[in-house]
């Protein structure tokens, strides 16, 4: 049986509901003795609602509204050290830097976990349109790309090993008797101490490890591949076709994004479509087939998505249309989109 | 999947404890679009649940301190935003008082009984068809219904007469029962509401 009180929400939070109804979700809302039960209520749709329907433009607003509220409340209670370390990096960022994780909290959190005999991890993620610097508890330090997830289990130090998927760029603390190993669409790669890239988006369907210095081991389970990298390497892996080539290249064209360039050199017009929509978190379609294999070579740097897109026509046979969000009717913004298509 | 984020929480609630912004931005990040979600679902209006974001995460910054890490952070929110969102709520049917009285007028007008129409979708169009009436009369409607100033009153605030007044608030629910009409507000559902209500009898009456 359902309860009356929870019909009366439901059709509320359906937008169907009669004026008898609205009236006696009023008085309920009303009644401080029924608050309880009101509360137990609303619970139920509070562990429903996930906010994915809200825009990211919308979240852009709404962090552009408190953000600065909270820093002056910041300065106003009191101006301790920490806070003000964290706020002067906040405002010299040129972008959004999202979760820093502190080795001090890493020991924290590991020592509460002891208790637990499970491995617990710990997660990392960078949206889409945001660049994210990392820390990890070893010391290593490197770059999310957007739409990125670095995983880790909390008991780092006995077993360096992440999981990530999308791109980054790591710089590898060294430790001899520890090796560091990341998981990337399937792919091992196994590091002493260095600095390199690896990119696993799913989309792209295969894998990339592009080493600057140092030495790799890359490796797959359940196959016979096991090739070391040495500087200026670059590895591809075509995760359908189970093909790796392996060649030397200008590393730059592969790690620059985490110094805020976009280089492409040769890449299809898909791909470049799909890095842009990732970089600037918008919906970039490509209406005719004909151009999705049009290679194509640029660099960008701290240009607007209009300005790409601009650059992007007078070098290839496309025009461009924005479409700016506009409110559904729930009255939340969708994602910009973005439509490519051939210049006659 | 919840268990790694859980440990990320944990982490993020001690450094939010210590009063470092990055602590806060993880929470506002994670749970900012959650809240609105949730309360634009309660409120049936963008700007309101953004006012209940801000004022709920101001809290959440001002008690940082109170913050228990090893709790989950979810409910912990739910307790706070519910105060707030049940004050925006009640608030709300305040200002909506009129628009139910309006509706009483409107289905009698229409000649119908008013219980079972669809009022969220009544509610929808009436904003829209008041935020359409011309500047004056809008003011005038408004001042009247939703202020619950008299006639004269009205007139003495606008400088205007009170001849000028009743006709103003004449057009504008002309305007409405007209646009009301004419998207069939009140008709949609009579139609079906008259099938239920005369087939049981004709078909007794047939049988017969």
């Known amino acids: ?344 | 999947m919840e268990k790694k984020f859980d440990m990320q929480e944990q982490l993020f609630a001690q450094s939010l404890k210590n009063g470092e912004l990055h602590g806060f931005e993880y929470f506002f990040w994670r749970y900012s679009k959650v809240l609105f979600h949730f309360a634009h679902n309660l409120l049936k209006s963008s700007s309101e649940a953004e006012e209940v974001v801000q004022n709920v995460f101001l809290k959440v910054w001002e008690r940082r301190s109170q913050l228990d890490p090893h709790q989950p952070f979810r409910p912990y929110l739910f307790t706070i935003a519910l105060n707030d969102i049940r004050k925006s709520f009640l608030e709300k049917a305040r200002q909506n008082q009129f628009k139910l009285e309006l509706y009483e007028f409107l289905v009698e007008q229409a000649g119908e009984e008013g219980e079972n129409y669809n009022f969220s979708r009544y509610l929808k169009l009436l904003d829209e068809e008041i935020h359409r009436l011309p500047e004056k009369r809008k003011e005038v409607f408004l001042l009247l219904k939703k202020e619950g100033l008299t006639v004269a009153e009205t007139a003495d605030f606008l400088g205007i007469s009170p001849k000028t007044v009743e006709n103003q608030l004449t057009q504008a629910i002309k305007s409405i029962r007209n646009a009301f009409h004419e998207k069939k507000v009140f008709n949609l559902y009579l139609f079906s509401l008259h099938l239920l209500k005369t087939s049981q009898p004709l078909f007794i009456a047939r049988k017969k």
Request: proline share 3%.
């Open chain 1, 1 to 344: 049986m359902v309860e009356k009180g929870d019909r009366l929400l439901e059709n509320f939070w359906g937008d169907r509901y009669s004026k008898a109804e609205y009236e006696a979700l009023v008085d309920q809302f009303k009644d401080d003795h029924q608050l309880e039960k009101l509360q137990t209520n609303l619970a139920k749709y509070w562990n429903l609602a996930d906010g994915s329907q809200v825009s990211d433009e919308m979240y852009k607003k709404l962090w552009g509204r408190i953000k600065p509220q909270i820093e002056l409340a910041e300065v106003k209670a009191e101006k301790s050290r920490v806070d003000r370390l964290t706020n002067t990096f906040y405002r010299i960022a040129a972008i959004l830097v999202l979760p820093l994780l502190l080795s001090s909290l890493y020991f924290f959190g590991a020592w509460w976990e002891l208790s637990g005999s499970e491995t617990a991890y710990a997660e990392i993620y960078c949206p889409p349109g945001v660049r994210s610097r990392f820390l990890l508890p070893d010391g290593t330090t490197g770059w999310l790309n957007g739409d990125s997830y670095l995983t880790y289990p909390v008991h780092f130090l006995q077993n360096r090993s992440v999981e990530l998927k999308g791109e980054a760029y790591f710089d590898v603390r060294e430790d001899k008797r520890s090796p560091f190993l990341v998981n990337a669409g399937g792919l091992d790669v196994e590091v002493l101490g260095t600095q390199f890239n690896v990119m696993a988006y799913d989309d792209f369907h295969r894998v990339e490890v592009t080493l600057d210095e140092g030495a790799v081991q890359v490796r797959k389970e359940g196959t016979s591949l096991n090739e070391v990298l040495v500087p200026k390497e670059h590895l591809v892996m075509d995760t359908r076709e189970n093909q790796v080539s392996v060649k030397t290249v200008q590393t730059h064209y592969f790690t620059s994004w985490k110094d805020g360039f976009l280089e492409f050199r040769n890449v299809p017009l898909h791909e470049v479509a799909a890095r842009l929509g990732r970089w600037y978190n918008t919906d970039i379609i490509i209406q005719d087939e004909a151009l999705k294999q049009i290679p194509y070579r640029a660099t960008f740097k701290d240009e607007s998505l209009e300005r790409v897109l601009a650059l992007l026509a007078l070098s290839a046979p496309i025009n461009y249309e924005i479409i700016e969000p506009k409110k559904n009717t729930d009255e939340i913004y969708e994602k910009r989109k973005v439509i490519l298509s051939y210049k006659n």
